[in-house]
């Protein structure tokens, strides 16, 4: 199976600020990677597919990168609403594993 | 609106059987791969499974794997989870999703929780 690791597994930034969530895979997936928002007690939303490609109405302050191992979501200047945990997804092969998840809070 | 509504969650005791069913509305499911995901209480997420649009291929994940039927009616837009033989570390709530051609997720329900204990 194909291990996911996100870093930071928390962070802490304000409002405005430019932030990276890394997400490194345990051997290529080539773009076959996505980045999912989730809020408490609500499901994921896709924001990113195919590593770098914005899913139909997500703002364009978030984007993505990356291709074989190693991706990147950024969110260019933070809104109060960006706040909650992410998680990146390979679907490369099955299992499609999903990273553990980093929590953006505010500082 | 696309949407899709998961039902059939509940408490359970080890060892019992429990079928989750998800009804999708505003678009047709025999045009989509569908996934289960899960997350446990306070836990990240989880991939379960996935099925093809006419459900000749099935994947599971590890934890899953010779316990749990993924299934689907194209006829009734409707997706399923046959679990059996639950333990407590199933104990989640349970999302459907629509995929996407790179098989990532663009619709999810809004989750059925299972409860396995005794």
């Known amino acids: 199976d194909i291990q996911m690791t996100q870093s930071p597994s928390s962070l802490s930034a304000s409002v405005g600020d430019k932030i990276t969530i890394t997400c490194r895979a345990s051997?290529?997936?080539?773009?076959?990677l996505s980045w999912y928002q989730q809020k408490p007690g609500k499901a994921p939303k896709l924001l990113i597919y195919?590593?770098?490609s914005l899913q139909s109405g997500v703002p364009s302050r978030f984007s993505g990168s990356g291709s074989g191992t190693d991706f990147t979501l950024t969110i260019s200047s933070l809104q109060p609403e960006d706040f909650a945990t992410y998680y990146c997804?390979?679907?490369?092969?099955?299992?499609?594993?999903f990273g553990q998840g980093t929590k953006l809070e505010i500082k | 609106e696309v949407q899709l509504v998961e039902s059939g969650g509940g408490l359970v005791q080890p060892g019992e059987s429990l079928r989750l069913s998800c009804a999708a509305s505003?678009?047709?499911?025999?045009?989509?791969?569908m996934s289960w995901v899960r997350q446990a209480p306070g836990k990240g997420l989880e991939w379960v499974a996935n099925?093809?649009?006419?459900?000749?291929?099935?994947y599971y994940g590890d934890s899953v794997k010779g316990r749990f039927t993924i299934s689907r009616d194209n006829a009734k837009n409707s997706l399923y989870l046959q679990m059996n033989s639950l333990r407590a570390e199933d104990t989640a709530v349970y999302y459907c999703?629509?995929?996407?051609?790179?098989?990532?997720?663009?619709?999810w329900g809004q989750g059925t929780l299972v409860t396995v204990s005794s």
């Open positions: 505003e678009f047709t499911i025999s045009s989509y791969w």
């Open positions: 195919a590593a770098s």
């Open positions: 997804q390979q679907s490369y092969s099955t299992p499609n594993t």
């Open positions: 999703a629509r995929d996407l051609s790179d098989r990532s997720s663009d619709y």
């Open positions: 099925i093809n649009q006419d459900g000749s291929e099935k």
């Open positions: 051997q290529s997936v080539r773009r076959y």
